[in-house]
């Protein structure tokens, strides 16, 4: 019993470093894309890459379709807050501030919004994580 175990937990460790490192490998593509091409690069981390692969190993895990059409779902309504970000950030980096400074606050502006946008759909929508 101990064996079979032993083989279970070395599968599940074996499915998880695969995924990590199929998600790692699209990530390092798409920042060696960028020092030739930063329009292609922008092409391929705009899209939902990370989104299909967290649905696909989502599924893969649970076969639960109605979580895979929550996620969907959930997903869809919280890209208006990440889209902060874009404006930030590059606002920042125009008015000459360091990068590191620019990308602090650029992620603590959009967590800011992030955090009013719940509010936000917990009031007017009954929504809430």
């Known amino acids: 019993m101990l064996d079979y175990f032993s083989k279970l937990l ?21 920042a060696e894309v960028a020092k030739k091409s930063s329009l292609l690069a922008g092409l391929i981390v705009s899209m939902p890459l990370i989104t299909v692969l967290t649905l696909i190993w989502l599924y893969w895990d649970t076969k639960d379709i109605k979580q895979v059409s929550d996620l969907t779902n959930n997903t869809l309504l919280m890209i208006l807050p990440s889209l902060t970000f874009f404006i930030f950030f590059p606002i920042l980096l125009k008015l000459n501030l360091n990068f590191a400074i620019s990308m602090f606050i650029a992620i603590f502006s959009t967590a800011i919004c ?6 936000f759909l917990n009031k007017f929508f009954n929504i809430s994580l």
Request: glycine content about 4%; cysteine-free; overall charge positive.
């Open 10 to 30: 070395s599968l599940i460790n074996l499915v998880s470093l695969s995924k990590v490192l199929i998600t790692a490998l699209v990530i390092v593509i798409a």
């Open 114 to 119: 992030y955090w009013g946008y719940t509010i």
